[in-house]
Nanobody
């Protein structure tokens, strides 16, 4: 059983930056592909970014490409999401997720463990 604990998030002005962190425990971190997803009010949860077990491969939703960066530190059992040039439409609850069944995945259905979620609000 994988436990994921998120930190970071909060309120930021448009154009600002935030970094989300997600610490994993309960399983060898390097055996997990990790992802970030988000859910805005009244909308379905959507894919944001994912990183492979080794960190060699990353993928992004078109809406965040060039602004967000996913990374992982396997020594610290932590995955990060650096969010720059934030826009009001990035406002959502952000979730980290883990899967041990795939080297890398962009599908919500492939992720079996989820963090508690953290609110990101982009507003002036």
């Amino acid at each position: 059983q994988v436990q994921l604990v998120q930190s970071g998030g909060g309120l930021v002005q448009p154009g600002g930056s935030l970094r989300l962190s997600c610490a994993a425990s309960g399983r060898t971190f390097s055996s997990l592909a990790m992802g970030w997803f988000r859910q805005a009010p009244g909308k379905e949860r959507e894919f944001v970014s994912t990183i492979s077990k080794s960190g060699a491969r990353t993928y992004y939703a078109d809406s965040v490409k060039g602004r967000f960066t996913i990374s992982r530190d396997n020594a610290r059992n932590t995955v990060y999401l650096q969010m720059n040039s934030l826009k009001p439409e990035d406002t959502a609850v952000y979730y980290c997720a883990a899967t041990n069944g795939y080297y890398v995945s962009v599908s919500i259905a492939d992720f079996g463990s989820w963090g508690q979620g953290t609110q990101v609000t982009v507003s002036s």
